[in-house]
């Protein structure tokens, strides 16, 4: 089984639609990141939480907001959905302690119509 | 976290070694180099890193200059399971997140 994981996969919805991506990890880390990739570019950091109800926001929040209500999941919500979100979604999981080592899950592919 | 550059695609035969160069020359004595790879929109996945000695692991070598400015990865036997985008990510552990810019745009040829 992934150690990283998240859904759903893949997703279309409409413009000003409440959508929430999940993601899980079965890591045991502490620390959980939320980024979007757009065609051709890198990852950006969207919202970052270091432990239970810990939140930070990343380089581009606006428009997000995310929960974390139990150390192996860590949810990203768009309150009102606009088609410039249509983007790929990753979650990706560090270890306290130790090198910056990030792991990554496969990804939320989200289409805002 | 300083900043990388990496050539925006190169191409590889198969079953030669795959070396991507990148330059970091603002990297500062607490910064670690770190690479990534992603295959076709999956998740990017873990390399290697390494602060100033050379490392190698099972998946490449990486081979960091002495004055740490600029780094190369190795694939010693490149395969067509190689093809993906390279990224060169240079930060400190106090960091809270990767950028990870555009990387190089592997293509093993057969």
């Known amino acids: 089984d992934a150690d990283v994981t998240q859904t759903p996969r893949n997703r279309i919805t409409k413009t000003g639609k409440r959508i929430m991506l999940e993601c899980s990890q079965t890591?045991?880390?502490?620390?959980m990141y939320w980024y979007r990739q757009d065609p051709g570019l890198g990852l950006r950091l969207i919202y970052y939480?270091?432990?239970?109800?810990?939140?930070n926001k990343g380089e581009i929040s606006d428009g997000y907001s995310v929960s974390r209500q139990a150390q192996a999941k860590f949810s990203l919500s768009l309150e009102s959905a606009i088609p410039n979100q249509t983007a790929l979604y990753f979650c990706?999981?560090?270890?306290?302690?130790?090198?910056?080592?990030?792991?990554f899950g496969p990804g939320t592919r989200l289409t805002v119509l | 976290d300083a900043k990388t550059t990496q050539p925006p695609s190169m191409d590889c035969a198969e079953g030669r070694a795959a070396n991507l160069p990148c330059n970091h020359s603002?990297?500062?004595?607490?910064?670690?180099v770190y690479w990534y790879r992603q295959i076709h929109s999956q998740g990017p996945q873990y390399i290697i890193h390494g602060l100033k000695n050379n490392e190698t692991n099972e998946m490449a070598s990486l081979i960091i200059t002495e004055d740490r400015k600029s780094s190369t990865l190795i694939l010693p036997h490149a395969t067509l399971r190689d093809t993906a985008v390279y990224y060169c990510?240079?930060?400190?552990?106090?960091?809270?997140?990767?950028?990870f810019g555009t990387g190089t745009s592997l293509t093993v040829i057969p």
């Open positions: 603002t990297i500062s004595g607490n910064e670690y």
């Open positions: 939480s270091f432990d239970v109800k810990d939140i």
């Open positions: 890591k045991g880390h502490d620390r």
């Open positions: 990510i240079v930060r400190g552990n106090t960091g809270n997140q990767f950028y």
């Open positions: 990706a999981t560090k270890d306290r302690g130790g090198t910056d080592t990030q792991y």
